[in-house]
């Protein structure tokens, strides 16, 4: 079955630092791929998506590119703020054509420090 | 515009009582998804609607769980008997017909079952 893998948690990284977050994924067909944010006490907001190969998602100065050679959707920014504080999951739906519900990592807590 | 909302927002049952939990969604999006967020098992698909209908049930993790949606719009997601191990954080997401791989999400239930 599809199932999506992202590196666990928590990251802690200063502020102005290299953010990376990997994630690959297991698909029968041609997924859509999706980064989603969780901030503290919120819900979960859409950061980026792809939906075909090579495409490049971005968003916030968060970007992520879909690799179809590697099935990976790795996100990056490249200098994190405290605001960036949040849980990441990334996702994918697996027919992009119709509705078909996501299937999402466990997340990566990201904690920015001043 | 309005997102998608749902109540209540933190609910505190019995073992054994039922629970309802509310949904509205972005007006004039067909599709709803439920999802159920647990510290152990991540985000979890329960059931999707299309209209009035729910093609994909497989999520639902027993009989004590059940849903409807009523007029295209409004869902309802019932727990008969809760147990212990409901506890978690009930999502409830939608999606337009000219954008269907993608979802906005509700702020959530958090359900306590003691």
């Known amino acids: 079955g599809n199932s999506v893998t992202q590196m666990e948690g928590p990251v802690t990284l200063s502020e102005e630092a290299f953010l990376t977050i990997n994630c690959t994924y297991t698909a029968t067909g041609y997924p859509s791929l999706f980064w989603y944010v969780q901030y503290p006490g919120e819900g979960l907001q859409l950061l980026l998506k792809?939906?075909?190969?090579?495409d490049k998602g971005s968003n916030k100065g968060f970007e992520a590119t879909y690799r179809k050679e590697t099935t990976s959707f790795h996100l990056e920014k490249g200098s994190v703020q405290v605001s960036d504080s949040a849980v990441y999951f990334c996702?994918?739906?697996?027919?992009?054509?119709?509705?078909?519900?996501?299937?999402f990592g466990k997340g990566t807590r990201l904690s920015v420090i001043a | 515009g309005a997102g998608v909302s749902q109540s209540p927002s933190n609910k505190v049952t019995e073992k054994g009582k039922d629970v309802e939990l509310r949904c509205d969604p972005i007006?004039?999006?067909?599709?709803l998804y439920w999802y159920r967020q647990s510290l152990g098992q991540g985000l979890e698909f329960l059931i999707y609607?299309?209209?009035?209908?729910?093609?994909?049930k497989s999520g639902l993790p027993s009989d004590r769980f059940s849903a409807e949606r009523t007029g295209g719009s409004v869902s309802t997601l019932t727990i008969q008997r809760t147990q212990q191990e409901d506890s978690a954080v009930y999502l409830c997401?939608?999606?337009?017909?000219?954008?269907?791989?993608?979802?906005?999400f509700g702020p959530g239930t958090r359900l306590l079952v003691l």
């Open positions: 609607f299309q209209g009035n209908s729910a093609p994909d």
């Open positions: 996702a994918l739906s697996d027919r992009p054509s119709g509705n078909t519900p996501l299937v």
């Open positions: 007006s004039g999006h067909t599709a």
């Open positions: 997401a939608s999606s337009q017909p000219s954008e269907k791989e993608t979802q906005y």
């Open positions: 792809a939906t075909k190969a090579d």
